[in-house]
Each structure stands twice: as structure tokens, then as C-alpha cells.
């Protein structure tokens, strides 16, 4: 797999039928390593190592319905208060991060009402702030840590 734009994470891999995986801690199991996957799981390790994110309020791969249409998000950080405080949008590398993306994960937020939302394709990570009041989003230079 590619270098990425993250620090560098120790992993745990298995080969199975030809298959390489690379283990979920939110999940707790194996995933096979698609590209995408890789991005999101050193997205994972960013969040718990660099910004100190609790795993137990982290969230990975779950359906949510929008517009009857069945959709699911990467990364989800829930508040303490089960509320959402991020959603993570990952994209493999060579996925050029566009309009798109950002209309993508808007959606999304229209039924989770996060406050923060974060883009990226392990190269490139774009951050954002709600402004609920203005329906627009404030780019960030980065997340805050957690600090609760």
C-alpha cells in the first residue's frame, strides 16, 4: 500500500487466501485491505493517537438511510451525550477530492448533525465547522483534540 499523509502507525495484518487484512480496533475484527480501507484505518489510529480521541466513542461502517436510499458512513466520533460530534469521509488515494465529496458528507450530516466533518483521501485532509445557523461549513486548518 502507498505512503500516506499521516504519521507512521503500527498495524496488525493477516494473509488469508491470497488476502491481505488489517485489523479494526473499532470493530475488532479483520477487514481485507482495499485502498480505501487503508485510508480509513490510519484515519482511526489519527484520531486516537494524534488527537486523542476515546475508541470507545469512535464508530466505523454503519448504515444510515437518507432519502430512502441506504448510505454508509466511515467514521463517526459520538459526544459523550451520543450526539456526533464528527463524521470522517474516506476516499482512496487516487479518489481526487472534489465538490462532490464535500456534497457527499453534507448529506450525510443533514441526518447525523455533526459539528465538525473531516474529508480525506489519506493524501490530502480537508476539516470543517458547522455553521447550522448560516447551512454552511467554516474550513478549518485542523480538528480540535479531544478535550472533554
Given at each position: 500500500m502507498?505512503?500516506?499523509?499521516?504519521?507512521?502507525?503500527?498495524?496488525?495484518?493477516k494473509?488469508s487466501?491470497?488476502?491481505?487484512?488489517?485489523?479494526?480496533?473499532?470493530?475488532?475484527?479483520?477487514?481485507v485491505?482495499?485502498?480505501e480501507?487503508?485510508v480509513r484505518q490510519?484515519?482511526?489510529?489519527?484520531l486516537?493517537?494524534?488527537?486523542?480521541?476515546?475508541?470507545?466513542l469512535?464508530n466505523?461502517?454503519?448504515?444510515?438511510?437518507?432519502?430512502?436510499?441506504?448510505?454508509?458512513y466511515?467514521i463517526v466520533?459520538?459526544?459523550?451525550?451520543?450526539?456526533?460530534?464528527?463524521?470522517?469521509?474516506?476516499?482512496?488515494?487516487k479518489?481526487?477530492?472534489?465538490?462532490?465529496?464535500f456534497?457527499?458528507i453534507?448529506?450525510y450530516?443533514?441526518?447525523?448533525?455533526a459539528?465538525y466533518?473531516?474529508?480525506?483521501?489519506?493524501?490530502?485532509?480537508?476539516?470543517?465547522?458547522?455553521?447550522f445557523?448560516k447551512e454552511?461549513?467554516?474550513?478549518?486548518?485542523?480538528?480540535?483534540?479531544?478535550?472533554?
Amino acid at each position: 500500500m502507498q505512503n500516506l499523509n499521516f504519521h507512521t502507525y503500527n498495524f496488525r495484518f493477516k494473509n488469508s487466501e491470497n488476502k491481505v487484512s488489517i485489523f479494526d480496533p473499532i470493530r475488532k475484527k479483520f477487514i481485507v485491505l482495499q485502498p480505501e480501507e487503508w485510508v480509513r484505518q490510519h484515519c482511526i489510529q489519527f484520531l486516537i493517537q494524534e488527537k486523542g480521541y476515546p475508541k470507545s466513542l469512535i464508530n466505523v461502517e454503519k448504515e444510515l438511510i437518507i432519502n430512502s436510499l441506504k448510505k454508509r458512513y466511515d467514521i463517526v466520533v459520538y459526544n459523550t451525550d451520543g450526539s456526533i460530534y464528527l463524521i470522517v469521509e474516506c476516499k482512496a488515494p487516487k479518489i481526487k477530492i472534489d465538490q462532490h465529496s464535500f456534497d457527499q458528507i453534507a448529506r450525510y450530516n443533514l441526518k447525523l448533525n455533526a459539528t465538525y466533518l473531516m474529508v480525506t483521501n489519506g493524501l490530502n485532509h480537508y476539516y470543517c465547522q458547522m455553521d447550522f445557523d448560516k447551512e454552511r461549513y467554516i474550513f478549518l486548518k485542523e480538528i480540535p483534540d479531544y478535550n472533554k
